[in-house]
């Protein structure tokens, strides 16, 4: 393999990281959202 196809695959691989990290903490707050609403508590 090519250091350059290795270094594309390397930059091309962040924003796939980058949209895990931002699935994950959306659906972590969607569920607190729904946990608040069954209890009458705020989320702040």
């Given at each position: 393999m090519s250091s350059t196809f290795i270094y594309g695959?390397?930059?091309l691989i962040w924003p796939?990281?980058?949209l895990g990290v931002l699935v994950l903490i959306c659906t972590a707050t969607y569920r607190d959202i729904?946990?608040?609403r069954r209890n009458?508590?705020?989320i702040i």
């Open positions: 695959l390397y930059i796939v990281i980058t729904q946990k608040a009458n508590k705020d």
